[in-house]
């Protein structure tokens, strides 16, 4: 178990298109700041680190799920599970394997990101407005943390889906979907103006969604405790783990 982790992380090291979404993240962000700075020359004002932060959560969802498509569509389509199987390892260990090296890929890539943005935000910017260091620290976490459960979900549907094509189409078909509910449950729990106009069923599911759904801790401004961030994270974990072990136990690998 321990050798396969070790092959599955070296994988990672050498996978390009893990570096390439490291590289348009920074990109992105760069873009973002150098856009804010031309508008704020000619509307005036200044520009704050605070807002700088939220760029890169704002497309955090998207780069964890392509780096989980790089690298583990690769696993089919170059033979490697296959492989792994021939060479006699059970299937429950080579699935748990694999979702721990997402977990752990996504862990340090969205780390690292999030130092290189805060260097950037300081250096670009003058300084924090109004959030706190605990402030920071606190969106910073919860954004590993909810980036962590997103990219087991993303690897468990390509290990169902047998590393197929289509499994690009389905994975950002999703995680483009999830941002869209994003915008309509913050459009509508928290207006621009007046107060929240939602009651009964429909307030409790988008509190639901909003309070325990990881891809809704993707924005980097947080808006409920750590503990439901955990909560969700954990449950949406076990939920990938146990099904997609279930189905990649009985799945036919060509």
Known sequence: MLKMLYTDM?????NKGVMLCGVVSIIYL????????????????SLHADEIITSYPSISVFVVT???LFVYINEYTDGIIKNKLCSGA????????TEISAALMTFFMSAAIQIIMLIIALVFSEGFNYMT???VAFSYLEL???STAISVFSTSLIMIM???NISYVVGLGIAFIFKIIDMEVLDKLYPDKGLCQLTGTKLKL???YDRYVPYAHCSGTPRWDMGSCVIGSVVLIMIAVIIGLIVFEKKEIN
Request: aromatic share 14%; net charge positive; no cysteine.
């Open 10 to 14: 070296r994988n990672i090291l050498h």
């Open 30 to 45: 760069l873009g973002t700041i150098l856009f804010s700075l031309i508008i704020l020359k000619f509307l005036g004002g």
């Open 66 to 68: 392509a780096m989980t």
């Open 90 to 97: 059970k299937r429950w260990s080579i699935f748990i394997s």
């Open 133 to 135: 260091a605990a402030e």
């Open 144 to 146: 590993l943390i909810a």
């Open 162 to 164: 047998g590393g197929k």
């Open 206 to 208: 988008y509190t639901f």
